[in-house]
């Protein structure tokens, strides 16, 4: 099992940036797919990001695609997501993940196996 604590999150005006940083430990950080899943009021998690083990392959959702990047230091065991041109509707709490197992990138939830405590994300218009 690895653990992940999520930092980064705030408050910003639309059209405005954020950083995230997701800091592991425990298991081998860098033998698994990560992603990224956020969870606004009254909606279901869903999926925000994925990269490869070696970070050499990401995946996004359509609605992110050219706003935000995910990205992975081995040596430091952290997860990033670069959040750029952010909208209202990116307002959730945001959760990195790690995959239960070794082996292709993955965006479907159930395909994570440990998760942060999250952060907020709050983007006022």
């Known amino acids: 099992q690895v653990q992940l604590v999520e930092s980064g999150g705030g408050l910003v005006q639309a059209g405005g940036s954020l950083r995230l940083s997701c800091a592991a430990s425990?298991?081998?950080?860098?033998?698994?797919?990560m992603g990224w899943f956020r969870q606004a009021p009254g909606k279901e998690r869903e999926f925000v990001a994925a990269i490869s083990w070696i970070g050499g392959s990401t995946y996004y959702v359509d609605s992110v695609k050219g706003r935000f990047a995910i990205s992975r230091d081995n040596a430091k065991n952290t997860l990033y997501l670069q959040m750029n041109s952010l909208k209202p509707e990116d307002t959730a709490v945001y959760f990195c993940?790690?995959?239960?197992?070794?082996?292709?990138?993955?965006?479907?939830?159930?395909?994570?196996?440990?998760w942060g405590q999250g952060t907020q994300v709050t983007v006022s218009s």
């Open positions: 425990g298991r081998t950080f860098s033998s698994y797919p």
């Open positions: 993940a790690a995959a239960r197992k070794w082996g292709a990138l993955t965006t479907t939830l159930s395909d994570f196996g440990s």
